[in-house]
């Protein structure tokens, strides 16, 4: 895997976070690899470990700098790291809301729109955005 793929695979992966939390809000949300993946991997698939791997260091990052709020609880024996009730803090929540691209749609709205697309280009460009504002 190239530094572009991983880079790639952390935007979509933040962009997922972000889609599912605006999607439960104003509820929380428990948060692990189904949220920052598109399936939950198996145990016999050859990338698991690495699913988790980059599942928890996703999430701990944004716990860690103040993103996401919640009870995080770290790396299990069954997978990684998962955030407890999670929800976007108030800093997080503000850059959902500020506009697209001139558009009178919120990057809120760009995020929502690329996932419940599945196009992975469109992800990665939302992704891009999103993580360039953070």
Avoid: W
């Amino acid at each position: 895997m190239n530094d572009l793929d991983i880079l790639s695979n952390l935007d979509i992966q933040v962009l997922r976070v972000f889609a599912a939390l605006l999607h439960a809000q104003p509820r929380t949300v428990d948060l692990g690899v189904e949220q920052t993946h598109r399936i939950k991997p198996s145990r016999v698939d050859p990338n698991f470990d690495d699913a988790f791997k980059k599942s928890s260091a996703t999430l701990t990052c944004l716990y860690q700098h103040g993103l996401i709020s919640g009870k995080l609880q770290g790396p299990r024996n069954e997978g990684g790291a998962v955030i407890l009730g999670g929800h976007l803090t108030t800093r997080a929540y503000a850059v959902t809301l500020r506009r697209y691209r001139g558009t009178p749609h919120t990057l809120g709205d760009a995020i929502r729109a690329s996932v419940a697309s599945g196009n992975e280009g469109d992800m990665f460009e939302v992704g891009r955005m999103l993580v360039d504002a953070l």
